[in-house]
């Protein structure tokens, strides 16, 4: 018994994972014409990994690109499993509490970038201390979507975005925090002149930040989740 009760928290905790696979452009949906897709969907857990940057093998470009006029919406989108986009089921469930964050970082070409350029903030849903409100919860509650605004003052050119939920809900000791990414590659057009700087994957995040190593179901609970502030334009 007590082996098949190991086997089905493992099972449970497999079917929990995700991977962010697909993107609209306002609202045309380009589903997976322009994402570097994981080889599965499992986690990153070393922060000092270039796997944290666009997830294993997200180094290497695939040939989509997707356009977008600077202040429009981009919305990304995840699923457990490949191809899966019923609402009906969570985008990621078993318990994966934890941010919802959007980075971009502009590169030369989106094609061949392999995502050690600066990264900045564009979008978070972190914890506002009430019954789900963890932005995993949101994104559950909106079929894995998270939509932001292309600031309109960003300056034209090819970007990666990058997508990432981390899942605190083993968070309680090193190591245990579990970082869901994906990375997509696409054009702004009709922007500005701003060129924010950022941050650095991996160095934007510690093991021993307190929005990685946490107890979430301690209380009560304040929670501040890493990198920097999200840039506005």
């Keep these: 018994m007590k082996c098949l009760l190991i086997l089905l928290a493992t099972a449970s905790s497999i079917t929990a994972h995700s991977t962010w696979q697909e993107l609209w452009v ?17 986690p990153v857990t070393d922060v000092t990994s270039n796997d944290l940057r666009c997830n294993v093998g997200g180094t290497t470009g695939v040939s989509g690109v997707c356009e977008v006029a600077a202040g429009n919406t981009l919305t990304v989108e995840m699923h457990a499993q490949p191809g899966d986009r019923s609402c009906a089921n969570p985008a990621i469930g078993g318990n994966h509490y934890g941010p919802v964050m959007v980075y971009m970082s502009a590169v030369a070409d989106a094609t061949t970038a392999d995502g050690s350029s600066s990264w900045f903030k564009v979008a978070q849903d972190s914890y506002a201390g009430t019954t789900e409100s963890w932005g995993t919860e949101i994104l559950n509650a909106n079929c894995g979507k998270r939509t932001f605004t292309v600031p309109k003052t960003l300056a034209s050119g090819n970007y990666l975005v990058r997508a990432e939920a981390i899942a605190l809900h083993a968070a309680s000791s090193s190591g245990g925090a579990q970082f869901y990414m994906s990375c997509y590659q696409i054009n702004v057009t009709g922007g500005g002149s701003a060129k924010p700087t950022g941050v650095l994957f991996p160095g934007a995040y510690k093991a021993s930040d307190p929005g990685i190593l946490i107890n979430i179901y301690q209380t009560p609970l304040t929670y501040t989740a890493p990198g920097p502030a999200v840039w506005t334009g």
């Design 26 to 42: 306002g609202s045309t949906d380009e589903a997976g014409t322009c994402v570097r897709l994981p080889p599965n969907n499992n």
